[in-house]
């Protein structure tokens, strides 16, 4: 019998797939102290669909499953990140899950089936599948946050964020509602080319535009729907903290090129004036509130809100050269949180979670070498050169002001220098106080090695930008 689709483009979601279930299946089989068979599974099951993420690298958008689903260059490059970002994620934090029993099943087969999520997301070519990789994800993730069970915290942090989370998914259903009865479809490109055409009801469809643009916020922790990130950040287990501000980000990013970019384009002077909002808010009030806090994950926690208010303002030019420097500031913002968190913990150990900033006193005594590793994500978060962040940063600014938001960028600017006063406290602490702690830190190899290379990434892309922000133009010139 012939096979109705073509399955070539969903390859690396069918790899997935198998591999969570074939970990899910092995792991009940495998006796405690042999849970590495199942991390190594897990780990190549991420190899293989990251593999087949780029040996179905399309040239041109294929549209396949009804035209549900859709495979382009956009989607085939994020999916590979969000792989690797991944694999290093179980790399970072092994010894971190083993010391507090986290090293199981569960844990592996929850974050795959999240992944699994993403990649439906990134490549979602119809409203409802869309919603439905979201969802994939997003329940995943408030599994994992209350994986330890034990902790009060933590299952608080999950609820909120179930909660919340419920919540924007509505808002995201509604204004799908409003979408489908202004244009009267859910497919993307239909709904492109009604709006184009001017065909759509359009009060119908702004009103449709603001619980969309509302559900997009939620997922990027903009202000003011950013209320879950601290309290999930500081209670969630460090490791999934790890993951929840990661690869989602890039599935995200994808989520609101979908919607605004693949199917309400045609409206980017209504969805303008939101995201200059968002991003406004997201600045002010990250880089403000995170002066305040004092353990380390909630610092973060709003750091991420401050750098997606950054992030938003490269699609305020709504063209390519926009959208290429949001995408080069999403990936390198993930490069930059796989550091930070991968340093946070090796420092933390049994019985111990290293998330005050007091933690981080001394620790150039300890170990010089980390302690630059995280020297290069305080200065790449706070836009200093030559890190990466100083060019992302630059390039989504100068975004703003091709499009005359020169206030916006004055204040983007403002806002740096306050973020700048919390990131190098950090390096205060580290080089010019004495440790509390005079444990040596200790990493298996795999992990120093890659830790490292991680690290340097941050100086390397810096100074040599122009590799990965081309990757990023040419993926989304050959998908819009």
């Known amino acids: 019998?012939?096979?109705?689709?073509?399955?070539?483009?969903?390859?690396?979601?069918?790899?997935?797939?198998?591999?969570?279930?074939?970990?899910?299946?092995?792991?009940?089989?495998?006796?405690?102290?042999?849970?590495?068979?199942?991390?190594?599974?897990?780990?190549?099951?991420?190899?293989?669909?990251?593999?087949?993420?780029?040996?179905?690298?399309?040239?041109?958008?294929?549209?396949?499953?009804?035209?549900?689903?859709?495979?382009?260059?956009?989607?085939?490059?994020?999916?590979?990140?969000?792989?690797?970002?991944?694999?290093?994620?179980?790399?970072?934090?092994?010894?971190?899950?083993?010391?507090?029993?986290?090293?199981?099943?569960?844990?592996?087969?929850?974050?795959?089936?999240?992944?699994?999520?993403?990649?439906?997301?990134?490549?979602?070519?119809?409203?409802?599948?869309?919603?439905?990789?979201?969802?994939?994800?997003?329940?995943?993730?408030?599994?994992?946050?209350?994986?330890?069970?034990?902790?009060d915290v933590a299952v608080e942090a999950s609820m909120k964020y179930f909660v919340l989370g419920a919540l924007a998914s509505g808002l995201l259903l509604y204004g799908m509602s409003m979408v489908y009865g202004a244009t009267g479809s859910l497919d993307i490109d239909r709904v492109a080319v009604s709006v184009f055409t001017g065909n759509a009801n359009r009060t119908i469809l702004v009103f449709g535009l603001v619980f969309v643009v509302s559900a997009i916020a939620f997922k990027l922790a903009a202000v003011p729907y950013h209320m879950w990130v601290p309290d999930v950040y500081e209670g969630a287990p460090t490791a999934v903290t790890l993951f929840i501000g990661s690869a989602p980000e890039l599935a995200a990013f994808a989520f609101a090129i979908r919607l605004l970019v693949g199917s309400l384009a045609a409206m980017w002077v209504d969805w303008q004036g939101m995201l200059i909002v968002l991003a406004l808010l997201s600045m002010i009030v990250g880089n403000v509130v995170a002066i305040a806090q004092s353990n380390v994950k909630r610092m973060l926690a709003y750091s991420t809100i401050a750098n997606m208010g950054y992030m938003l303002m490269g699609f305020l030019t709504a063209n390519v050269n926009g959208y290429s420097a949001a995408m080069f500031y999403t990936l390198t913002y993930v490069l930059t949180t796989l550091v930070g968190f991968g340093i946070v913990l090796l420092l933390s150990r049994r019985g111990f979670e290293a998330d005050q900033l007091d933690d981080f006193k001394g620790l150039n005594q300890r170990s010089p070498w980390y302690a630059l590793m995280m020297l290069l994500v305080m200065f790449s978060l706070a836009g200093i050169p030559p890190t990466v962040g100083f060019y992302a940063k630059f390039a989504v600014i100068e975004a703003a002001i091709d499009v005359g938001l020169v206030w916006l960028a004055v204040i983007a600017v403002l806002t740096s220098l306050i973020g700048a006063f919390y990131y190098l406290r950090i390096v205060k602490l580290m080089y010019f106080d004495e440790a509390q702690d005079q444990t040596p830190l200790e990493a298996r190899f795999d992990t120093r090695v890659l830790l490292s290379l991680n690290g340097l990434a941050l100086l390397l892309f810096g100074v040599f930008p122009q590799q990965l922000m081309g990757m990023c133009v040419v993926a989304l010139t050959r998908s819009y």
């Open 1 to 151: 019998m012939a096979i109705p689709f073509n399955l070539t483009p969903a390859l690396p979601e069918m790899t997935l797939l198998v591999s969570a279930c074939v970990v899910l299946i092995v792991d009940l089989f495998v006796p405690e102290s042999r849970r590495q068979i199942s991390y190594w599974l897990t780990q190549l099951g991420l190899l293989a669909t990251a593999w087949f993420s780029l040996y179905v690298f399309h040239e041109t958008p294929v549209h396949t499953f009804g035209g549900t689903f859709i495979a382009d260059a956009l989607a085939d490059l994020l999916k590979f990140f969000s792989c690797i970002t991944v694999i290093l994620t179980l790399l970072y934090s092994r010894v971190y899950l083993a010391a507090r029993g986290l090293f199981r099943g569960e844990t592996f087969v929850l974050m795959m089936f999240s992944l699994l999520g993403m990649m439906v997301m990134i490549s979602a070519g119809h409203f409802l599948t869309l919603y439905l990789g979201l969802e994939l994800m997003s329940l995943s993730l408030y599994a994992m946050v209350a994986l330890q069970r034990d902790s």
